[in-house]
């Protein structure tokens, strides 16, 4: 079956535009979680969506990031005025429920890079 | 409040010779851990977890990890290395309640050695 899938998987834009990632989780999974990896470093939490619940936004680092979740299924992270330390790669999650025994699924990423 | 450690930010080891990454955890409830691993320019892939049970993990590609309790540990080990092993490995850990994050190791970079 078809896994997560992330789009582009490739970005380049100047510094001061606005980006869109896409993110198609697997069919089923209520729960979405968006990481940013910068280079040689761990991932970093930025947003995790729960079925109709509201947003758990705590890792965004700053307002020109955003995400929604349209229909409980596709996810679309948004950074607004990018800037060159938002360059990294940008992975997507899902999981099948809220459960904690659950594993995450990862798409392949975009990697976003600033000039 | 619960974290990961991952000692060793590269580890490098010949072709057949043991591999073991290490993991040390905190968490004021018992955890859920899980080991995934990342090939280049892909995104993560579980390796194994462990929620409850036997503590000794089997997962894939010949890897396994044992949950130590008394140590907090969970280590990575596989008996002999393959060329096809380098890639890097994250620890993760996530609480036993109804948390939505899981938080993440810095990961392990491992190189085998014809």
């Known amino acids: ?115 | 409040a619960q974290s990961v450690t991952q000692l060793g930010s590269h580890v490098s080891v010949s072709e057949g010779a043991l591999v073991l990454l290490r993991c040390n955890y905190s968490s004021s409830v018992p955890p859920y851990l899980f080991w995934y691993v990342q090939y280049p320019n892909q995104g993560l892939q579980l390796l194994l977890k462990y929620t409850t049970g036997a503590t000794l993990v089997k997962g894939i590609n010949g890897f396994e990890a044992e949950f130590k309790k008394s140590e907090t540990s969970f280590h990575l080990t596989k008996p002999s290395a393959h060329m096809s092993d380098a890639a890097e490995y994250f620890c993760a850990v996530s609480r036993g309640s109804s948390a939505s994050k899981i938080i993440f190791g810095s990961g392990t970079r491992l190189s085998i050695r014809p």
């Open chain 1, 1 to 115: 079956g078809a896994g997560v899938s992330q789009s582009p998987s490739n970005k380049v834009t100047e510094k001061g535009k606005d980006v869109e990632l896409r993110c198609d989780p697997i069919s089923g999974h209520t729960a979405l979680y968006w990481y940013r990896q910068s280079l040689g470093q761990g991932l970093e939490f930025l947003i995790y969506f729960q079925g109709n619940s509201a947003p758990d936004k705590s890792g965004l680092p700053s307002d020109r990031f955003s995400a929604e979740r349209t229909g409980g299924s596709v996810s679309t992270l948004t950074i607004q005025r990018t800037q060159q330390e938002d360059s990294a790669v940008y992975l997507c999650a899902s999981k099948l429920s809220q459960g904690t025994d659950q594993p995450q699924h990862f798409g392949d990423g975009t990697r976003l890079s600033i000039l």
